[in-house]
């Protein structure tokens, strides 16, 4: 569940000299970030039938229904980015892990304060970190959509993370709590080490991160009866996220498959400790 706020692009080797801008993220390339085959030398460039005088002449209208539509998925999507973002994804577990384990005991004041406490660790620190890097130039947006200006903020993340579980582990809490915030400090750590290569979904990784320890609940937490639709919920937020950064164009499909692959793996088999 890496911390950073946007998930990233992926690149590959490029001839020296060549613009540095190119990533296989763009909207031309598809999908799964490969682009169109360009044309044989042998033969001809086909090319596509010009359109329609009346089509051509008629400028696409905000009122039409596929451009409002488009809208609407953008703006859900964007939503869905900020709600879900992964800075997020610690204070999200903990409440989970309050409500639906054998936690569910522990009074509200306790609950209000470890809560806090996360959230300071994992939401503000980092924010004010990124407000920073910001004002220093050493990032363009709070988005951190370029992979190169990810280094310093997965290495808070791993650091955060890292410190929120021997935190809960001081204070007592079950094995399978505090090795989820050391599952978080593994998958970002995993996360910063691809993103020198590779851009890899953050937004994926966390929200997959809240799935595996919600499993993880079921088995070894106590868990309530209601945590059955919770999973359910969270497997589909997790398709919904996906498909969202995707459609943004911040990511592939591959990208958010391996951001799953990573946050999930980190935390289910390192709980499993």
């Given at each position: 569940m890496p911390i950073d706020t946007s998930s990233y692009y992926p690149?590959?080797?490029?001839?020296?000299?060549?613009?540095?801008?190119?990533?296989?993220?763009?909207?031309?390339?598809?999908?799964?970030?490969?682009?169109?085959?360009a044309?044989?030398?042998?033969?001809?460039?086909?090319?596509?039938?010009?359109?329609?005088?009346?089509q051509e002449s008629r400028p696409r209208s905000k009122d039409d229904g596929e451009y409002q539509g488009e809208k609407v998925?953008?703006?859900?999507?964007?939503?869905?980015?900020?709600?879900?973002?992964?800075?997020?994804?610690?204070?999200?577990?903990?409440?989970?892990?309050?409500?639906?384990?054998?936690?569910?005991v522990a009074p509200m004041g306790m609950r209000v304060i470890f809560?806090?406490?996360?959230?300071?660790?994992?939401f503000v620190v980092p924010m004010i970190m990124v407000v920073l890097l910001?004002?220093?130039?050493?990032?363009?947006?709070?988005?951190?959509?370029?992979?190169?200006?990810?280094?310093?903020?997965?290495?808070?993340?791993?650091?955060?993370?890292?410190?929120?579980a021997w935190f809960m582990a001081a204070k007592g809490a079950p094995s399978w709590l505090s090795l989820f915030f050391a599952g978080g400090a593994v998958a970002a750590l995993v996360?910063?080490?691809?993103?020198?290569?590779?851009?890899?979904?953050?937004?994926?990784?966390?929200?997959?991160?809240?799935?595996?320890?919600l499993i993880r609940?079921?088995?070894d937490g106590f868990a309530r009866p209601e945590l059955f639709g919770w999973l359910i919920a969270s497997i589909i937020v997790s398709g919904l996220l996906g498909s969202a950064r995707v459609w943004l164009g911040r990511h592939t499909v591959w990208q958010v498959l391996a951001g799953y692959a990573v946050g999930f793996c980190s935390v289910f088999f390192l709980t499993m400790c």
């Open positions: 690149e590959v080797p490029r001839p020296e000299g060549e613009d540095d801008s190119f990533s296989l993220n763009r909207r031309d390339t598809g999908l799964f970030g490969s682009p169109s085959p044309p044989s030398p042998e033969e001809p460039e086909r090319k596509e039938p010009a359109p329609h005088k009346e998925v953008t703006v859900i999507s964007n939503i869905l980015s900020w709600v879900f973002v992964p800075l997020l994804m610690p204070v999200y577990g903990l409440i989970l892990s309050f409500s639906l384990s054998v936690l569910d809560t806090l406490i996360v959230a300071g660790i994992n910001k004002k220093m130039g050493l990032v363009d947006d709070f988005g951190l959509n370029g992979r190169k200006e990810r280094l310093i903020p997965y290495i808070m993340t791993v650091v955060c993370f890292g410190g929120t996360n910063m080490i691809i993103n020198f290569k590779w851009k890899i979904s953050s937004h994926a990784a966390g929200i997959a991160g809240i799935v595996a320890l609940i079921e088995k």
